[in-house]
C-alpha cells in the first residue's frame, strides 16, 4: 500500500501546501476515517466474537467480547456439516461465483459496448426493455425459468445458476458497462476507426482496456453476489453434496438452539474470509484502473 | 485539455450527433449494425430464451386466478381491481416501501460519495479503508444477520443502551412497529459498499487536470467539489440513483431476514415485494402476486423515465461532449 | 393506441399458449409406471430440517436401500426458511419429489390442491398402521382417505422454569391448571419474581384452536367454513389483555418477535417464567435456557374431558400424487415409521416415534430432556385428543399468518380487540372460499 502512495501517478493536488498543514490534516484524516470505521464494523465484529461465544452465551451475553472464549464452533464446523466436508461447500460456492465471473465479464462487456456506443436500428427500445428487465421481482419469474431449465434437464446442476451469466442476463452490469463506455472520449474509437479497425479490433484494442475498471467492478461484484446469493441456489440445488455454502448455513436455523447459533456464526464467518480476500485482493485495480489515464488526452 | 464548459449535456449532443449519423456512407453503416448486433448476440439470446418467455407468462398470469399447481383460470382485470380497492394491505406496503425509498436511497448514496470522497485521496492506508467500508456489504443478507441486527437494535443491545445513555428509553427497535423499519432502513444504508466502490471509480475517471485548474483559479475544496468533481461525475451518480432506487423498491432479503419473513411487527416492515411473495408462496395466490409484479414493473419504470428525463438537466457526459 | 393494446392481448395469448404447453408437457414426462417389477428405481426424498435430523435420516435411508437393493433413495434436504416455496416451484414446475416432509399448514393445503397421493391402497400392505395410536394416524385424514402419515408425535405443553415457580410459591396443580388459576398464578409469578409469568401466546394460532377444542369447538368447521366467531376470538383476546395489563404476560415488544422459534422465545430470553410451546421443542428450551431448570405442564383447561392437548404429527410423510413410483415411496415411508432400525436411528429428531413399540424401545433408552418429554407423554396418554378434528385446510396458511399480524396490530394499539377479531373472520371467510 505504501508503495502504492509512492509512485508518482498518485499523487495528489494539494501539492502546493505547506508539508505541516499537510500533516495536520493528514492526521485528522486518519482520525475521522478510524471512528467511522469503527462505527461501521461494530456488528462484523461482534458476528466475529459471537462464533467465539460458547453457547448459552450468544444470545444471553449481548457484549462485545466473549466471557470464556472457544474455538469449538469452529472444530465443529471443520468437522463437517449435514455429513459433508465444508470444503464441499466452499468449493460448489467457488465453481459457481468464477464462473459466473467469467461470463459476466464477457457478455456484459459486449452487450456494454454495442448499447453504449455503436449506433444501430432499435437500440432504444432494446435497451429501454433491457432496463426494464431489472424491475421485475424475479419471485414471480422463478416458476417460469425453473420450467424452462426442467425441460432442459439442467434442475440439479450449476447450470441454471452459471449459463444466464454468458448471456449477460443480469442488466445491472450490461448498464454499468455502458455508463463506462459513454464515458470514454470517443476520439480514442475515432481514431482507432481511422486507423482502420473495424467495430471488433476497436472493442478488442481500445475500449476493452480501457473498460479495466468496470470490468473489475462487475468482476468483483458478481463474485460478492453470487456468494452470498441463496434464493436460486435454494430453487435449483437438490442433492445436498451440491449445496453452497448458503444453503448450508440455512442447516443451523432450524435448529433454533443456542448450540446451534456457535457454528452458524462461525461458519458465516468462515464464509466470509473468501469474499474478503477476494475484495482485498482486487479493490486495489479497482483505483489502480487509473489506465483511464487515457481520458487526459 | 478539456474543461467543464466542454462538457455538454447529454440532450445537446443527441441533437448534434443525429446529423452525423446519417451522415455515414450506407455499407459502413450497416455493418456496423451487423457489428452490434454480433456484440448483443449472447443478450439477445439470452434475453429471448430466459427473460422474455418468463416475463410474458408473469403478464399473463396477472389477469389469471393460478394457485400454483392446478392450470390458470381468467379472470380479467380482477386482480387489479382487488388490489387497488379492496386490500388494505397493498396500500400499506406501498406506503411502507415509498417510505423505505425515500429515506434510504438518499442516505445510503449520501454515506457512499461521503465516503467514496474521503477515501479518493491516496494516503497509507486506503487500502484497508476502503476494504473495511466494503465488509458490511460482504455479508450480504445472510441468516446470521438477522442475529447481529437484533443484538444491535434489540432490547438490551448496543444502541438501546447507548440511547440510554442520553436518557432515551426506547427499549428493542426492531420489535416496535414505530421503529422498525427504521432498522431495515439502517441496514440497507449500513450495505454501501456498491455504491461507493462505483463512486470511487468514477473519482478515479475525472481528470486530474481538471482539479489543477480550477485549483489555479483559487477554487477551494468545496468549490472544487460543486464545480468540477460533482458534474464530472453526474452520470456516475444517475446510474447510482437509478439503480438504488431500482432496488429499494425491490428491497426484500433485509426486511425478510430481520423479520423473519412476516414483515411485521405489524406490517411495519411489510415492503411490497415481501407481501407480493407472502401472496404468491405463502397463500397460493401467483396470479395475484404476477399482478402485484407488474404493477411494480410500471412503476420503476415511469419513476426510471423520468429520472432519466431529468438528467438531460444534470448528467454531464464527457466522452460525448469532447466531439 | 389501438394497435397496441391489440398486440399486447396477441401476446397474451401467445403466453398463455407457452405457459399451458409447458404444463402439458411437465404433465406428460410424468406418466405412471408404476412399480412391481424389479427394475431398478430411483426415488426422490425431501425434508427440511437441522444437521441431527439430516444425519440420522441420512442413515436411515442408507439401512432401506440394503434391505430394498432395486430402490434407490435420492435423499434432498435444506433449512426450512423458504422450503415451502422450494418445494412449491419443483411441484409447479413438473419436478415433483416422490416422498414429501410437509409441516400441518402445507399438508392440508396440498391436500386441498390435489397434490398428495391417497395412501389408503398401501395401507396394511406395504404402509403398516397397527402399531401407530389412532389419535395420532388421524391427523393425516382429510376427504375419507390417509393423504399423510405422522413422522413422529407432538403435543402442547407448558414449559417453565422451576425454580422460579417456586420463588413464587406456585406449583402446577395435580391434574392442571384451569384458567382462572392459571391467570392468578402468572399474576403471582410476576409480583414475586418481576418477570412475566408466561410468555404472551395470542399470536398462535394453534392455541387458540387448543382453546376452542376445550370448549367443544373448533379452528375450521369444515374444509371451506370456521368452526369459532368473531366473539370466540375476542373472548380469548380479551382473555389475555386483562392479564397483559397485569403484566403477568409479556409486553407486546416482547412478544412480537415471537414465532415457536427458541431463538426468539420470550422464556430464553429471559422476559418470562413460563412458555406454551410442543414438547418436540423442549430438546432445544433446555439447551439454550441457562441459569434455571426448566419443567413441563400441561395446559390449563376448563373441561375435566377436553385437554386441548392434541396428538400431533410435527411433521407429516406424504406421496406426491404426481409421483411414478408410489410404491416404493410407501415402503421408505413404512420403513421410516416402522422399522425398528430406523426406529433407533431417528430418535426423536421428528418428535417421539409414531410407532408405539419404536417409542418405547427409544423412551426408554432416552436421558435429560428426551426423557423429560417421554415422561410427559406418557403422564399425559390418557387426555391427548385425536388430530383428525385438527386438519388445516386450504387457505390456513394465509389464516396462521394474519391470526398473528391482527394481534401485532392489536397489542400495540392500532386495532381494538372486537374490531381486530372481526377482520382476522372477515380474511379467512374470504382465504377459505378461494
Known sequence: ?297 | MPTIAQARPAGERAEKARPEVTKEPPPRRWKRTGAAYVFLSPWVIGASLLTIGPMLASLYLAFTDYDLFNSPKWVGLRNFERMFTQDDRFWNSVAVTLKFALISVPLKLAVALGVALLLNKERRGTGFYRSAFYAPSLLGASVSVALVWRSLFGSHGFVDHFLGFFGLHVGSMVDQPRYALLTVIALAVWQFGAPMVIFLAGLKQVPKDLYEAAALDGAGPVRRFFAVTLPMITPVVLFNLVLEVIQAFQSFTGAFVIGSGRGGPSDSTLLYTLYLYQRGFNNFEMGYASAMAWVLLLTISIITVLLFRSSRKWVFYTGEGNR | MRGRTVRRGRLSVLAAAAFTLAGTLTACSSSPNDVGSDAKQTIRFVWWGNEDRAKATEKAVALFEKQHPNIEVQAEFSGYPSYVQKLTTQIAGGAAPDLLQLDRPTFGEYQQKHQLADLSPYLGKSLKTDRIPASLLAGGKADGGQYAMPAGLTTELIVYDKELFAKAGVTVPENGWDWKQFAADMVKVQKKTGRAGTSDFGWSVDLFETWLHQRGKALYASDSTLGFTEDDLAEYWNMLGSLREKKAITAPQITTKSDGSVQNSPLVAKESASETSYDSGVSSYVTSYQGGTLALAPLPTDSATASGMPALPPVYYGVSRRSSHKEAAALLMDFLVNDPKAGAVLGTTRGTPPNSDNKDTVCAKATGPEKQTCDFQTAMAGRLMPSDSWFWPSGSAALKSDFQRVFDEVIFGETGVAEGAAKVVQNAEQSLSQ
Open chain 1, 1 to 297: 500500500m505504501s508503495a502504492q502512495a509512492a509512485t508518482p501517478t498518485h499523487l495528489t493536488v494539494s501539492g502546493g501546501e505547506p508539508k505541516r498543514a499537510g500533516a495536520a490534516r493528514g492526521v485528522l484524516w486518519h482520525v475521522v476515517v478510524i471512528a467511522l470505521v469503527v462505527v461501521l464494523m461494530y456488528p462484523v465484529v461482534w458476528l466475529v466474537s459471537s462464533s467465539f461465544k460458547p453457547a448459552g452465551e450468544i444470545l444471553s451475553n449481548l457484549s462485545v467480547l466473549p466471557e470464556h472464549a472457544t474455538t469449538s464452533h469452529y472444530g465443529d464446523v471443520f468437522g463437517g456439516v449435514a455429513g459433508y466436508s465444508i470444503w464441499q461447500y466452499f468449493g460448489n460456492s467457488l465453481a459457481v461465483s468464477l464462473l459466473s465471473v467469467i461470463g459476466n465479464v464477457l457478455s456484459c462487456a459486449l452487450a456494454g459496448y454495442a448499447f453504449g456506443r455503436l449506433r444501430f436500428r432499435g437500440r432504444g427500445p432494446l435497451f429501454a426493455f433491457m432496463l426494464s428487465t431489472i424491475m421485475l421481482p424475479h419471485h414471480v419469474v422463478l416458476i417460469p425459468q425453473y420450467i424452462i431449465f426442467q425441460q432442459l434437464d439442467m434442475v440439479n446442476t450449476l447450470w441454471p445458476l452459471v449459463l444466464p451469466k454468458f448471456f449477460a442476463t443480469e442488466a445491472f452490469f450490461v448498464f454499468l458497462m455502458v455508463q463506462f463506455v459513454r464515458g470514454l472520449p470517443r476520439e480514442l474509437d475515432e481514431s482507432a476507426t481511422i486507423d482502420g479497425c473495424g467495430p471488433f479490433r476497436t472493442f478488442w484494442y481500445v475500449i476493452l482496456p480501457l473498460l479495466r475498471p468496470a470490468v473489475i467492478t462487475t468482476a468483483i461484484f458478481t463474485f460478492i453476489w453470487t456468494w452470498n446469493d441463496f434464493f436460486s441456489q435454494l430453487i435449483y440445488l437438490n442433492d445436498p453434496s451440491k449445496f453452497t455454502l448458503p444453503l448450508a448455513l440455512q442447516m443451523f436455523v432450524d435448529q433454533g438452539s443456542d448450540s446451534a447459533f456457535g457454528p452458524m456464526f462461525a461458519m458465516s464467518v468462515l464464509a466470509l474470509v473468501p469474499i474478503g480476500l477476494f475484495f482485498v485482493a482486487f479493490q486495489r485495480f479497482l483505483v489502480d484502473g487509473v489506465s483511464t489515464s487515457g481520458l487526459k488526452g
